[in-house]
């Protein structure tokens, strides 16, 4: 079995839902330009070799809907030959598009391909624009359609996960994500999106604003502990999940992430011909914790020692990631431990 080598890895930033600056961006718009980005940094590979685009979308609808992939394959300037899929699973939507990807290159069904995931949670609405249940899961099983948030309440119920400890650990991972992005540990893998919006001003005119869109909107260096604690239960009447400390869906938006992957030996072969390739980074709070579940199920580990290059406390990879096929559950939780994911 071959091995699947990740050979480039980028994605745009992340922003906030409703007031953030990529709230009328088209999420489709965005993963093209993050497709387009990757090849710029592989003028080796002929965009003809791709054999598959897949993107992962947990409400593919509205502007994400029909297979999206397809759309964004194109809008990216790849040929018409190369095919797109667009997958579902929820949040874990991106994560197993990587999978896909993976597993056809360790087949040997495809040599090259590109996954990522692609969402706007701004213009398609949580459960999308009709939520329809099936009614006999409404009626006899309705805990199957628990969100997030509740699930995060029963969590918490069932452990002893206390309102405190939540905000001590929200406030940690807000002043961790904020010096990373301060600091500019994420810009490497980052793609600016320029944006342009026209409103009608004061006088009813129309008036045109421009601006870019590129750093990470979500975390907040100026939160404390006292402002965590000051937020009200966002699920639950008596409940202790905020928007503080809920799932980042809850105050972050939009981020495509995707990544270039390829057999070990072309993958490698591309490495050579262009060693000051970018580092294959996984960053931001949301992609850090997609990074983690895909680093326990495929001992993703990074090739070289991590250098003062190397991304900050929200990345699992650095440089080549290799994919070896098969692994233990224990082994990879190891390995993510060990790489500081938390």
């Known amino acids: 079995m ?6 480039s890895a980028a994605r745009t930033p992340v922003g906030k839902a409703k007031r953030g600056g990529l709230a009328t961006v088209r999420p489709d718009e965005m993963a093209a330009s993050v497709i387009q980005e990757l090849l710029k940094r592989t003028p080796n590979l002929d965009p003809a070799q791709i054999e598959d685009v897949v993107i992962g979308c947990a409400f593919p609808e509205g502007e994400q809907g029909l297979n999206m992939a397809r759309m964004i394959s194109l809008r990216a300037g790849l040929p018409d030959s190369v095919p797109a899929e667009t997958i579902n699973r929820y949040c874990a939507s991106g994560v197993q598009s990587i999978a896909h990807v993976a597993y056809a290159i360790q087949s040997g069904q495809i040599e090259t391909g590109i996954a990522g995931g692609a969402e706007s949670m701004t213009m398609i609405p949580m459960t999308g624009f009709k939520f329809a249940p099936n009614p006999y899961f409404a ?3 309705p805990h199957y359609y628990t969100n997030m948030g509740l699930t995060a309440e029963n969590v918490s119920e069932k452990y002893g996960i206390s309102r405190a400890d939540q905000d001590e650990f929200s406030l940690k991972s807000h002043q961790k994500a904020a010096q990373a992005v301060n600091s500019g540990r994420f810009d490497p893998e980052l793609v600016s999106i320029e944006v342009e919006i026209t409103e009608l001003n ?4 129309p008036l045109t604003k421009k601006f870019t869109v590129n750093r990470d909107e979500g975390p907040r260096l100026d939160t404390n502990r006292d402002a965590l604690s000051r937020l009200k239960p966002a699920f639950k009447e008596d409940g202790v999940v905020t928007a503080g400390i809920g799932p980042v869906q809850s105050t972050l938006v939009l981020s495509m992430d995707h990544f270039l992957l390829s057999s070990g030996v072309a993958g490698r072969s591309a490495l050579r011909r262009r060693p000051a390739f970018m580092p294959a980074t996984c960053a ?4 850090a914790m997609s990074s983690a579940v895909g680093c ?3 001992n993703i580990r990074p090739r070289s020692p991590r250098s003062p290059r190397s991304p900050g ?3 699992c990879c650095a440089r080549v990631i290799e994919v070896p096929a098969t692994t233990s559950a224990a082994a990879a939780a190891t390995t993510c431990l060990r790489m500081g994911i938390s």
């Not at 071959?2 to 050979?7: G, H, L």
């Not at 004061?202 to 005119?205: A, H």
């Not at 931001?284 to 992609?287: E, G, I, L, P």
Request: proline share 4%; glycine share 4%.
């Open 2 to 7: 071959k091995d699947a080598v990740i050979v």
């Open 139 to 141: 009626q006899d099983l």
């Open 202 to 205: 004061g006088s009813e005119k």
């Open 284 to 287: 931001s709070v949301n992609a």
């Open 296 to 298: 326990q199920r495929w």
């Open 313 to 315: 406390p929200f990345s």
